[in-house]
């Protein structure tokens, strides 16, 4: 993420004039179109495709065109529904029947149906073997086939166990096209080929610069977690791709933007200004691991010594990270996961500032604290390599000060993101990063398991080789588990496992925040840190 922004806050105040003037309304003929500014577009995973897509702001979009077999309560994290009316589960997980809502249509006037679901599920196990890369196979795991019971009804039969999957069925991932989608080419789905039986179609998309959504005629299936249930208030939608900041933060302060949506959390200063213009700050944190850092473990390196690993976890000032990085009232991070996952379990006790007690453990470990301020063992410098892709932010370096006050030596090294992928993929590395947004914690498998990580050596480097027998024991018991309390306890033992030997080193809490103009009203966060657009209202 990037940080503090205080130069490109201070020339937005600076190309106004210090006028004082707040967001001005539209003209009276596009006042029930809403404009977005989003993040900049991502050129080299474009897709809108739901099933490929990977970029956060490709599937916001998406979640208010395309919808899925069930939804999931944002406060409580229960699955509810949505597409289907309800759902039986077997006893050993492996088979989900789902009772489908009646009058359902796309926008392309095809019946939502079963056999419109086995067509979804089985065309997206097709692409899955075909690319297992693709995003939405992760949340496909276990399935097998789709058995059409009656044209209500239908049948999910999976291969294994996965106890996560009732929850990927409420994902944008999994959403549900119609028929006819399939029949278009992968690459056309991504350009936005794409029909859905959401509250809104997609009318066009230009990649890196923008997309129109248009409001759906006779629309009237919305998720129990959304209030109006009809069709949207809105006409239309207008998103553009922005990825200036100044440029962005401008257009939303002078009213040409109604809901600001950056990537990166707002600085202080940003806040200050556009409280300042009466916009409201929406917040919530995106479920899934928070931002950890994960040590590499083996070939002999440093941070193979849980001393050193746990002294590196006391030695970083987590309260003074997120109030000096973001500002003083964004959360500190708490745990392996971030607030919103279900099961999360806090670790906030260990993950204290605590300088002696890195002192103590790295005195313990042999390593010596020398004149320069660094410490050493025989004649080695206690240095640790972070690679970092792209530039490096005022957090890394912040980071790096503050292990330095440890008496360790944090080396930034900045790369394209090419040799990132090389290097975390060669091992040639101390600390690394990864993350995915998912609303379920067995999202931490496609990281930290490698029987089924996306990166299988920092998924094996993360572990020494005595720990990754419990860490895959406790992976597999969540994975298998029936019954909510047989979850929590499995991946609550995970979380106090990684914890416990330094295997995760949380730093922040991955917060999401868009600003909303004074005419905007009803924005709700969806589950997934998403929202449903068909809900908000603006005045003229």
């Not at 739901?50 to 077999?69: A, G, I, K, T």
């Not at 859905?196 to 959504?213: A, C, D, I, K, N």
């Not at 553009?240 to 109604?258: A, C, L, M, T, W």
């Not at 003083?328 to 300088?355: C, I, M, N, W």
Request: charged letters at 20%; hydrophobic letters at 40%; a neutral charge.
């Amino acid at each position: 993420m990037k940080l503090q922004r205080t130069l490109a806050s201070a020339a937005i105040l600076l190309a106004l004039g210090l006028t004082g003037c707040g967001p001005s309304h539209p003209d009276a003929q596009a006042a029930s179109t809403l404009k977005i500014a989003f993040f900049g577009d991502n050129t080299q995973l474009v897709s809108l495709d739901p099933f490929q897509v990977y970029w956060l702001e490709h599937r916001v979009v998406l979640r208010n065109v395309v919808e899925s077999l069930t939804d999931q309560d944002p406060k409580t994290g229960a699955i509810i529904p949505w597409l289907a009316d309800s759902w039986d589960i077997s006893p050993d997980a492996r088979e989900y029947t789902f009772h489908l809502r009646k009058g359902v249509t796309f926008s392309n006037g095809e019946a939502f149906d079963a056999q419109a679901v086995k067509t979804a599920f089985d065309s997206d196990k097709a692409f899955a073997a075909e690319l297992p890369s693709v995003f939405g196979a992760t949340y496909l795991t276990g399935y097998d086939h789709a058995e059409v019971i009656d044209p209500q009804t239908i049948k999910l039969v999976l291969s294994t166990p996965n106890a996560g999957f009732l929850q990927a069925t409420s994902t944008t991932n999994l959403a549900i096209l119609a028929p006819e989608s399939y029949r278009k080419s992968a690459k056309e789905r991504s350009l936005g080929a794409i029909i859905g039986s959401g509250p809104f179609v997609l009318q066009h998309y230009t990649p890196e610069t923008g997309l129109r959504l248009e409001r759906r005629k006779g629309y009237a299936w919305a998720s129990a977690n959304v209030q109006n249930k009809g069709e949207s208030h809105l006409s239309a939608i207008d998103v553009s791709y922005i990825p200036e900041e100044s440029v962005r933060n401008g257009q939303f302060v002078q009213g040409k933007v109604d809901i600001l949506w950056p990537r990166n959390p707002f600085s202080d200063v940003d806040l200050k200004l556009f409280e300042s213009k009466k916009a409201t700050i929406q917040s919530r944190s995106l479920p899934g691991p928070a931002w950890n850092l994960y040590p590499n473990t083996r070939g002999g390196r440093i941070l193979a010594d849980a001393d050193v690993r746990l002294a590196v976890q006391k030695a970083i000032d987590r309260k003074t990270y997120a109030s000096t990085v973001y500002s003083p009232q964004f959360p500190v991070v708490d745990g392996v996961y971030d607030v919103t996952t279900p099961y999360f379990r806090s670790q906030g006790d260990k993950l204290a500032y605590d300088p002696q007690g890195a002192a103590q453990l790295l005195d313990k470990a042999g390593w010596k604290l020398g004149a320069d301020g660094y410490r050493a063992k025989d004649g080695k410098r206690l240095s640790l390599v972070y690679n970092i892709p792209a530039k490096e932010t005022a957090g890394d370096v912040l980071i790096q000060d503050q292990l330095r006050k440890a008496g360790i030596e944090l080396k930034l090294k900045v790369q394209t993101t090419a040799e990132w992928f090389n290097t975390n993929a060669s091992g040639n590395y101390d600390l690394t990063f990864s993350y995915m947004t998912r609303a379920d914690p067995i999202v931490l498998q496609t990281i930290l398991d490698p029987r089924a990580a996306n990166a299988s050596t920092l998924a094996t480097n993360v572990y020494p080789p005595a720990i990754l027998p419990q860490a895959q024991s406790l992976f597999d018991q969540g994975l298998t588990a029936t019954a909510p309390a047989q979850r929590a306890q499995a991946y609550g033992q995970l979380q106090d496992l990684l914890i416990d030997q330094g295997s995760a080193i949380p730093v922040f809490e991955r917060v999401w925040q868009a600003a909303t103009a004074p005419r905007v009203h009803n924005f709700r966060w969806s589950a997934e840190g998403f929202a449903f657009l068909n809900d908000i209202e603006v005045s003229p």
